[in-house]
């Protein structure tokens, strides 16, 4: 029988401290960005804040208060604002997908046709002391927000092309990858599910056997404060 022992259905979790870093609209927060493939969860633990979200189908702003749970599916263009200690927990689809690839940063149009330029304006020296992570990490997002109002403008005032013209983009960066991105989805979501499966079939047959290969995982975060896309993450291994 197919077994799977990481954490359910193969999300993953890491906890976020959203950057409190004022932007040029004056607004303090994270890095705008899309994921291509991955669905994405926060469930807000401290401090306040929301999440500004461009898609299709337009501009919207969700607040986000202590308690709050907000998720949103792929192709959702995603802007986290820090209002005052913004602290979350971010559930993520795919083993952890999202923040091992599956992203595109909204970058100026410019930035985005060439694939060499497109990872040297979003790379960060992960080698380098803490205050040049740091730069970096500042002058990507300022990047980002600059080429997330242009496209918000855009929507907002009727014109569909440039949001189109984005979506097409990133999906070209991202073509290269996909087939990792297969594997780690074959080996996660649908092993998880395979394995799912036949539990099911196993109980229909009358048979319990599976259940003697229960077991208990723990883990602390493999890393602290790492410079993320909106915010200082503590991530885990799973």
């Not at 009358?206 to 208990?216: F, K, Q, R």
Request: hydrophobic share 40%; aromatic share 6%.
């Amino acid at each position: 029988m197919v077994t799977f022992e990481g954490l359910p259905g193969a999300v993953a979790v890491s906890h976020l401290n959203v950057y409190d870093w004022p932007a040029a609209d004056g607004l303090r927060g994270g890095t705008p960005h899309l994921h291509l493939t991955c669905s994405e969860g926060y469930v807000v633990v401290g401090g306040s804040g929301s999440v500004q979200t461009l898609t299709a189908a337009g501009y919207r702003e969700t607040p986000l208060t202590p308690g709050a749970l907000v998720w949103f599916t792929p192709g959702t263009i995603h802007r986290l604002v820090n209002e005052d200690g913004l602290r979350l927990v971010v559930l993520m689809q795919n083993s952890g997908l999202p923040e091992a690839g599956d992203a595109v940063l909204t970058l100026p149009p410019g930035r985005l046709t060439d694939p060499d330029d497109y990872r040297a304006a979003v790379a960060l020296p992960v080698d380098a002391e803490e205050a040049v992570q740091e730069k970096a990490a500042r002058a990507r997002r300022d990047l980002a927000v600059e080429g997330f109002l242009a496209l918000r403008e855009a929507v907002q005032d009727g014109d569909p092309q440039p949001l189109v013209a984005f979506h097409r983009a990133a999906a070209a960066l991202v073509r290269p990858r996909t087939g990792e991105w297969r594997t780690r989805w074959q080996n996660g979501a649908a092993t998880a599910a395979a394995a799912t499966a036949g539990q099911l079939d196993a109980l229909d047959r009358g048979e319990a056997g599976h259940l003697a290969d229960a077991c208990v995982h723990a883990e602390r975060p493999s890393a602290y404060g790492r410079f993320g896309m909106c915010g200082r993450l503590d991530v885990y291994r799973t």
